[in-house]
């Protein structure tokens, strides 16, 4: 009978710092399999738990899904995701044209903010009056 030997978890050691890792795709929902599964993926590598890898894959894919139909045609949506101390971040950009944002005390603003521990959502001008570059800042503090 063969056993698999343990390999040591190189994340963790001191000195080892995680490296960020972007995404960036079409502004499409055909996408979304694939931005769902980065999330999770990197989530785990970073060090969370399977439920905040889970919930953190919630809270993307509904912010994605919000971007995307607010989306200017034939742009891109940018994923970061960014193991930072105990904490673990992801931001998301996109070019969007039209309002996106889920209303304050909305069940959709209540279940994003359920899902995570931070929730920071803004909007900045892009070329045209109509335009915006639109970046939600999502993060989940990974167990110790």
């Known amino acids: 009978m063969t056993q698999a030997t343990p390999q040591p978890d190189t994340s963790r050691e001191v000195g080892v710092k995680p490296v960020p890792v972007t995404l960036s795709v079409p502004a499409q929902h055909s996408q979304l399999p694939v931005i769902r599964l980065l999330t999770e993926m990197v989530a785990m590598q970073a060090g969370c738990t399977l439920d905040q890898s889970a919930d953190l894959k919630l809270a993307v894919?509904?912010?994605?899904?919000?971007?995307?139909?607010?989306?200017?045609?034939?742009?891109?949506?940018?994923?970061?995701?960014?193991?930072?101390?105990?904490?673990?971040?992801?931001?998301?950009e996109a070019h969007t044209i039209t309002q996106w944002r889920p209303a304050p005390g909305s069940l959709e603003r209540r279940i994003l903010e359920s899902l995570t521990d931070t929730l920071a959502i803004r909007d900045e001008p892009a070329g045209s009056e109509q335009s915006s570059r639109s970046t939600v800042l999502l993060?989940?503090?990974?167990?110790v």
């Open 61 to 92: 894919d509904q912010v994605c899904t919000l971007l995307i139909d607010a989306a200017a045609p034939d742009t891109e949506i940018a994923c970061r995701y960014q193991a930072v101390d105990d904490e673990f971040r992801v931001a998301l």
């Open 139 to 143: 993060s989940i503090g990974k167990p």
